[in-house]
């Protein structure tokens, strides 16, 4: 089966950094997504990872440890735009890949 | 033009009634997902299907049926709808290159 946990809400000021934590239990895990998702629209990708380690992409890392079961979303330089919901989910790998999300975060941005 | 189209964006209904949900996509991909999103349950996995022949049950299944008419589009039934079957749904599809999901816009279903 398959358990992800994040928190439900955080809150941050314009201009900080944030981390946004994901622990998971699957089975045949083969990698870990997280997705943005602003009130009333679609998710949209923002990173992908399989090994263990940081991922970086402008304002936006994701780390990943398999051992721990753990991975997690950082912010940095936050707008306010970024106010949104931060999904995690994961992987299973077996050739057939079925994504299953976390109940996701949301994340209110204040000026 | 959205790579992933649903239609329609909002139904209003009422209970009994059957409803079916349009998913179209151009983005050549195989691997077809519906899912289901309530506010604080995140996103729940309805069906899939890996290709026009594979159409697989996710964790809720029951009261949906799904038909995979051709590899571009994968639809969506509610043979009688009922009010807790009032969610956001959103198609998406899968890359097999990368594995990341592109979902479509979401369709808001209300059953009265």
């Known amino acids: 089966g398959q358990n992800i946990d994040q928190p439900t809400e955080m809150t941050a000021t314009e201009g900080a950094i944030v981390q946004i934590n994901c622990t998971y239990q699957?089975?045949?895990?083969?990698?870990l997504f997280w997705y943005q998702q602003h009130a009333g629209e679609a998710p949209t990708f923002l990173s992908y990872?399989?090994?263990?380690g940081l991922e970086e992409k402008g304002r936006f890392s994701s780390f990943l440890s398999r051992s721990k079961g753990y991975s997690y979303l950082l912010l940095k330089e936050l707008q306010m735009k970024d106010s949104a919901s931060y999904l995690c989910?994961?992987?299973?790998?077996?050739?057939?890949?079925?994504?299953?999300f976390g109940r996701g975060t949301s994340l209110i941005v204040h000026p | 033009d959205a790579d992933v189209t649903q239609t329609p964006r909002n139904r209003i209904t009422k209970t009994g009634k059957r409803i079916m949900l349009e998913c179209s996509q151009t983005k050549g991909h195989d691997r077809m997902y519906w899912y289901r999103q309530d506010p604080g349950l995140g996103l729940r996995l309805i069906y899939y299907?890996?290709?026009?022949?594979?159409?697989n049950k996710g964790e809720i299944s029951d009261g949906y049926s799904v038909s995979r008419q051709a590899q571009a589009k994968f639809s969506l039934s509610l043979e009688s709808a009922i009010p807790n079957q009032t969610a956001l749904y959103f198609c998406a599809t899968r890359s097999g290159s990368t594995g990341e999901l592109f979902f479509g816009e979401g369709s808001r279903l209300t059953v009265l």
């Open positions: 699957t089975s045949g895990f083969n990698g």
């Open positions: 299907s890996f290709d026009v022949k594979d159409i």
């Open positions: 990872n399989v090994l263990d």
């Open positions: 989910a994961a992987g299973s790998s077996g050739g057939s890949y079925i994504p299953t």
